[in-house]
């Protein structure tokens, strides 16, 4: 058994280090994060943001959601998309923030809460 056990430890610790800068920044993320809540409160609202693209980017999600009830998981044709006829919007673009918005919306939140 060792008696010195206080030899076989490290003075400095990185957790400690990082405790102490914590506590030194504790009051500056406060504000950081008082001021940032007003700045992020319209993307937890029930109207979809204000953008030149934003509908397109729902009728992705829309058309993604549709595949995903389907059992198709990654297609490069968007069956409802050119008034029935179908394109390949997915060849062209990339599918993933279509497939986590319409995931978000299976999930049981409305569209717009979803896109945003």
């Known amino acids: ?29 406060f504000l950081i994060t008082l001021l940032a809540i007003p700045l992020l409160q319209p993307l937890f609202s029930r109207q979809i943001s204000c953008g030149f693209d934003t509908t397109f980017h729902l009728w992705r999600s829309v058309q993604a959601d549709a595949l995903l009830k389907e059992g198709i998981f990654y297609s490069r044709w968007a069956p409802q998309m050119a008034h029935g ?25 409305s569209w717009p809460v979803a896109l945003n």
């Open 1 to 29: 058994m060792i008696r010195d056990r206080h030899l076989l430890t490290p003075r400095f610790s990185i957790f400690s280090h990082l405790w102490a800068v914590m506590r030194r920044s504790g009051p500056f993320l």
């Open 85 to 109: 006829y179908g394109y390949p919007l997915f060849l062209f673009q990339s599918p993933l923030t279509a497939w986590g918005t319409a995931v978000f919306h299976q999930f049981g939140l």
